[in-house]
């Protein structure tokens, strides 16, 4: 039986008397003991530091001296920490750029999952330094090589919470651990290596105006850059270990890692702010290539799409087929950097042009609603970053993972004033439905993906697709019926340097008659899946399925 849970606050301080008293007031109104690390601080610091201590109000300060660096005094405080019979630490930096009401909902989750690594992702401000900023993403690319993984998206955030068993397990077995601005890093490595789970929750964090900070620009980068080093050869030595720790997943579409999602949202969104499109693209090249060559599962997807869209006569370049698939993964980079420019308002007005919209201009002017249905084929979230507040405002974009609301959420932060609205689902239940059908009555217009089966949801049809039959999810057609109004699909494919929209009436309503109900959604399915095949075939490097579509839900074999 496992023993209780108990958490406690690590603050390690370096010359930060003017911000602790602030932090150290609002961990104790959570509860939360506090250990005081003063690391090696000037006389004034430590004097205002050591009036802290209060043992009974569970406020203590210990002194290192001489300064042991910020790894130095948090693996002091988890000394203390685990002398003193807590399970669990919280380590905030002292420099107060961490947003401290974050601290409930990290120990929340820390609670419902105690044997992960629970840290903050930082969501920043225009006080952040352009240089500091670019060295995280240097970081977080290095990372993602370092664990074979992308679910790292930040790990140099000041502020987590810690399961202090392998903690001690690892500093009792002698792992080299930086002791400086090395340390958050190298640790949460350290960790993941040895299967501790890291689960992320946004922070905000800003850069005060007088804010002290310890980072030696020279002397602490070079630690860095020797740390990755280690971290890396560390890496390929205890590779059969990492992947026997590394979690098996299903192959349902919705648990594949970002790798077949979107890599690196914040870094796409950086990038493209900073350097365009042509200078995005070249920079995340070797980053393309690095997924491209570790990403099995979707390297193998790409390679099958294509050979059996060219078996059908599909445009597809006569190259090596590793050579098209990479095109495809580049493509697929180019498609995100694409978005992110359009939400930032860089993308020039004509970037998409009309196609097959005489249904679109029927719906605009229609005071009812419609239902849309999407395929993640070509660049639909281009199309809505571009639209005009009034019609963006009509949008409800119905998401089935966190990672797209994650997805939509970025997008957001990027544009607030577009509006668009989603809803994330795993399966629509009556209520649902109701309050959808409600939002069509009000002229609202539902856009659901047509080309992925719902994670917790048995109602597929097959229909032949690309010459074999495949699942798709009934959900579009079954929703479409209950909310009674006109259904349309909807594609946004790169022609060029310009996008084209295209926007054609599936039906005027869907009806499914209990005798014949199964019957009539496979041809509703069937026009849905023909259309599609159309545009695979027309555009197949804009496929951006990546992951077996013909058998979604087979098991992946153990490492």
């Avoid at 639209?387 to 797209?404: M, S, Y």
Wanted: proline share 6%; charged share 20%; hydrophobic share 45%.
């Amino acid at each position: 039986m496992k023993a209780a849970m108990r958490v406690c606050a690590i603050v390690p301080s370096h010359n930060h008397a003017r911000t602790v008293g602030g932090i150290v007031k609002a961990l104790r109104s959570t509860g939360l003991p506090v250990f005081i690390i003063d690391d090696g601080s000037d006389a004034a610091t430590r004097s205002t530091l050591a009036a802290f201590d209060n043992p009974l109000d569970d406020i203590r300060v210990s002194r290192l001296e001489p300064n042991q660096g910020k790894g130095g005094a948090v693996l002091h405080g988890f000394q203390l920490a685990l002398a003193a019979g807590f399970t669990h630490a919280l380590q905030i930096d002292a420099d107060g750029q961490h947003d401290i009401t974050a601290v409930p909902s990290l120990l929340a989750l820390a609670r419902t999952h105690p044997d992960a690594l629970v840290t903050g992702v930082p969501i920043y401000d225009r006080s952040v330094p352009i240089g500091r900023a670019i060295g995280r993403y240097i970081t977080h690319f290095w990372v993602w090589i370092e664990t074979l993984s992308l679910h790292i998206r930040d790990s140099m955030c000041g502020l987590r919470v810690y399961p202090l068993a392998p903690v001690a397990k690892l500093c009792a077995d002698g792992e080299r651990i930086g002791r400086r601005m090395d340390f958050d890093t190298e640790i949460m490595v350290r960790l993941v290596w040895r299967g501790v789970r890291v689960i992320e929750q946004p922070v905000a964090v800003t850069y005060p105006v007088g804010n002290t900070s310890n980072f030696d620009l020279w002397r602490d980068n070079l630690r860095i850059t020797a740390m990755h080093t280690r971290l890396f050869f560390g890496m390929i030595r205890r590779l059969p270990q990492i992947l026997r720790h590394r979690a098996q997943q299903s192959r349902h579409w919705a648990r594949i890692a970002e790798r077949g999602a979107y890599w690196g949202l914040e870094t796409w969104a950086f990038a493209a702010r900073l350097l365009g499109r042509r200078g995005c693209l070249c920079i995340m090249a070797p980053v393309v290539l690095y997924f491209y060559l570790t990403g099995a599962e979707q390297r193998r997807a790409s390679h099958d799409f294509l050979r059996r869209v060219a078996a059908l006569g599909a445009p597809v370049p006569k190259h090596l087929p590793w050579l098209n698939g990479l095109r495809h993964f580049m493509s697929f980079a180019g498609r995100a950097v694409d978005t992110f420019i359009g939400w930032t308002g860089r993308m020039r007005p004509d970037a998409v042009r009309p196609g097959k919209v005489a249904d679109l201009e029927v719906a605009e002017r229609s005071a009812t609603g419609a239902l849309f249905i999407i395929a993640h084929l070509g660049n639909v979230d281009l199309a809505r970053a571009l639209l005009d507040d009034v019609t963006g405002d009509r949008l409800l974009v119905l998401v089935h993972t966190r990672h797209a609301e994650m997805y939509n959420r970025l997008l957001r932060k990027y544009r607030p004033a577009a509006g668009i609205n989603t809803w994330q689902v795993t399966e629509l239940g009556p209520e649902a439905a109701m309050e959808l059908k409600a939002r069509v009555e009000q002229g609202a217009w539902v856009v659901i993906a047509g080309d992925r089966i719902p994670v917790k949801s048995d109602r597929v049809s097959a229909a032949p697709f690309l010459g074999q039959p495949a699942p798709f999810s009934q959900g579009p057609y079954i929703l479409a019926s209950l909310l009674d109004c006109p259904v349309y699909t909807l594609f946004c494919v790169r022609k060029g340097d310009t996008y084209q929209l295209d926007v054609e009436k599936l039906a005027d309503r869907i009806q499914l008659p209990r005798q014949d109900r199964a019957g009539a959604l496979a041809q509703y399915v069937g026009q849905f899946a023909a259309r599609l095949e159309r545009y695979a075939l027309e555009n197949p490097l804009q496929w951006y399925n990546f992951f077996d579509f013909w058998n979604p839900g087979r098991r992946e074999p153990r490492a």
